[in-house]
């Protein structure tokens, strides 16, 4: 099995940036694609971000384009999400999720999940 680990959120203030960490471990960890979701009270899990197994081919979702980068550090088995010039609409609690495939940019496709970190954005 796998088990992820999130850190790095936080409150700011909108316009500010924040670095999200995805520790991973278990056997084979850094061979699975992993990414970002995030949740809202009282709404669905959406996708934020996702990275092969590579560490090619970055993925976002449209509402995130050119703010957030995800990279990844296979050596230390952690992924990462950077993300700059929050809005008040980002806040939500992200979660870090890998999959068993070379994509994951689905709810369904995700094998295992973190916990979650909360983000949260004043305006």
């Known amino acids: 099995q796998v088990q992820l680990v999130e850190s790095g959120g936080g409150l700011v203030q909108a316009g500010d940036s924040l670095r999200l960490s995805c520790a991973a471990s278990?056997?084979?960890?850094?061979?699975?694609?992993m990414a970002w979701f995030r949740q809202a009270p009282g709404k669905e899990r959406e996708f934020v971000a996702s990275?092969?197994?590579?560490?090619?081919?970055?993925y976002y979702t449209d509402s995130v384009k050119g703010r957030f980068t995800i990279s990844r550090d296979n050596a230390k088995n952690t992924v990462y999400l950077q993300m700059n010039s929050l809005k008040p609409e980002d806040t939500a609690v992200y979660s870090c999720?890998?999959?068993?495939?070379?994509?994951?940019?689905?709810?369904?496709?995700?094998?295992?999940w973190g916990q979650g970190t909360q983000v949260t954005v004043s305006s």
């Open positions: 990275i092969t197994y590579s560490g090619g081919s970055p």
């Open positions: 278990g056997r084979t960890a850094s061979t699975y694609a």
């Open positions: 999720a890998a999959g068993v495939w070379v994509v994951l940019t689905t709810t369904q496709e995700a094998a295992y």
